[in-house]
């Protein structure tokens, strides 16, 4: 029995470390109970300003928590166990890694009495959590958990990743005043301003240029209207990688459209005819393809980001507050007719991409289904996107207006799609929430739809059910190799959503499409829309 003092129930390690994350706005937990952090639960559950989002799978807690942060900019913490509770984590937590999204892991550990070999689900956490993390330790000791808590965050918050702490039962239990604790200071946000030098380097590189293009990444999504004002000032047309589609509408004058693989011809055009890439918050990846010869000015929180790609000029800082302070000193440009042929391309495109969405092809269409979905997805709509071949006509096909979306990036990870629509509901609750999807990738984390379910959360999960890893048949394809290992036995997933508690909708014929999204829409509950679709890319 909890010994009591005069003032009630003592706290423990536990009340006060939930206590502390509560304080600085972080309540909201993902992960599966157990014998090693049941203090840590109970904390939570005690805690009116806390919730546990009770998940299947630890690998769902971990990809939710990644995308809490890539769609809010806000900590959200797996909560675990010792063990396999800690290990399932791995791969959720390096999509965080790579993508440089602020997670909080808490994971229990042993008795410290019991720690070493042959210690039931004891495992070495803290080296395992090393290549993962920016910040990683083991409370060893009450009177430094709240210490090593804060410092934790502001590693998360600052050097944008993962933070691990693993808490021994037994520690987790222990009682601790909050009064009497040393703390640190946990930083909201962190940003940067760039050097009067550094500004005016750029700003005279983009004057000396006769044809500028801009490059919008991920890093510049909070700073949309800073690159409209820029493109608007210097005529020029803007590009962006993948995960910055939708910075602004597709429809916008200025927009080309995503560069590289999937993305459109004109933005490939522009790209190869300008004398100076001006990159805002890119990370210059091999798929967003600019070629390594183009002279470059980089914009980027992450100095270290600075120089990937050869630069002309290199400014460290924010570009909400670089971007600003750049369009004020270059000069300001005539229309010579840029936004006439940009129009025109546009145009040629969207036609191309009318044509290609077949309204009576059977199976069912990717082009289509994204038609579709472009057709009638609410303009305030948050999507969840999952990785494979969905994932590459989305980013072709998909005409984005003011929705945001969200990924597994550099890991391309499958089956982000769903946690990922979870998390986004509980953060945007008023707000449409799609996951597009495909076969594979929804059956690895399926299970977790009933975590939909039980938390009332009324997502649409569109699954682009072709029977196969489609993705990766084209990748043996192009790499000369026959198919294999790529058929897939599915079962039908709109009755296992009505089985699990939410609605299923199958599609098989092209006509009964737009019904089922605007059907699926209306739903106040979880929902499936399976759609049988065809496997090829192009016929």
């Not at 499409?513 to 192009?538: C, G, I, Q, S």
Request: glycine fraction near 8%; aromatic fraction near 8%.
């Amino acid at each position: 029995m909890k010994k009591t003092t005069s003032e009630g129930p003592e706290t423990t390690v536990a009340d006060v470390l939930v206590a502390e994350l509560a304080a600085w706005g972080i309540d909201l937990f993902f992960g599966i109970p157990g014998a090693s952090s049941l203090p840590l639960v109970d904390a939570v559950r005690k805690n009116q300003n806390a919730r546990y989002i009770v998940v299947r799978h630890e690998q769902t807690a971990a990809m939710a928590a990644s995308a809490y942060n890539k769609f809010t900019g806000r900590i959200a913490v797996c909560l675990t166990i010792a063990g396999p509770g800690a290990t399932n984590l791995a791969t959720g937590l390096y999509d965080a890694k790579e993508d440089r999204a602020s997670v909080l892991s808490l994971n229990g550990q042993v008795k410290t009495q019991y720690a070493g070999p042959g210690g039931i689900q004891e495992i070495d956490q803290d080296a395992f959590f090393r290549p993962i993390t920016v910040f990683n330790n083991t409370v060893a000791d009450p009177v430094t958990a709240v210490k090593l808590l804060t410092r934790a965050l502001r590693y998360a918050v600052v050097a944008r990743g993962v933070a691990q702490l693993s808490l021994p039962n037994d520690i987790q239990a222990a009682p601790l005043e909050s009064a009497y604790c040393e703390r640190e200071t946990c930083l909201p946000s962190v940003s940067a301003a760039p050097t009067d030098e550094a500004v005016r380097a750029a700003a005279e590189v983009i004057d000396a240029a006769s044809r500028p293009v801009i490059l919008a990444g991920f890093g510049a999504m909070h700073a949309a209207g800073a690159v409209l004002d820029l493109a608007t000032k210097i005529q020029a047309p803007i590009v962006t990688t993948f995960r910055a589609k939708g910075i602004l509408p597709d429809d916008n004058e200025w927009v080309a459209g995503v560069h590289g693989e999937l993305g459109t011809p004109h933005a490939l055009t522009l790209v190869l005819k300008s004398d100076l890439v001006i990159a805002c918050g890119a990370s210059f990846s091999d798929l967003t393809g600019i070629p390594q010869g183009k002279r470059a000015v980089q914009i980027d929180i992450d100095p270290l980001q600075l120089g990937k790609h050869p630069l002309a000029a290199g400014v460290f800082g924010d570009c909400a507050i670089v971007l600003p302070r750049i369009a004020g000193q270059v000069r300001a440009r005539e229309d010579r007719g840029e936004r006439q042929w940009l129009a025109d391309k546009k145009r040629e495109w969207f036609d191309r991409l009318d044509r290609e969405a077949d309204p009576e092809a059977v199976p069912v269409r990717p082009p289509y289904i994204m038609k579709v979905l472009s057709d009638r997805l609410p303009e305030d709509a948050v999507i969840s996107l999952d990785v494979g071949d969905n994932q590459w006509w989305f980013g072709r096909n998909f005409r984005m207006k003011r929705q945001r979306f969200a990924m597994s990036g550099y890991l391309g990870t499958m089956g982000f799609g769903l946690p990922g629509a979870i998390a986004a509901k509980l953060a945007y609750p008023e707000k449409t929430v799609i996951c597009i999807t495909g076969d594979g990738g929804f059956a690895m984390v399926m299970a977790d739809f009933a975590t939909a379910v039980k938390y009332d959360l009324p997502i649409v999960v569109v699954v682009l059910n072709n029977h196969e890893l489609a993705m990766i048949r084209e990748e043996q394809r192009e790499a000369g190799y026959p198919p294999y290992g790529v058929d897939l036995t599915n079962p039908d997933f709109a009755a296992f959503a009505r089985a699990s508690g939410g609605a299923g909708i199958r599609v098989t014929r092209p006509q009964d499409l737009p019904r089922a999204v605007e059907e699926a829409l209306k739903m106040n509950k979880p929902v499936v829309v399976d759609v049988e679709t065809d496997p090829e890319r192009f016929r």
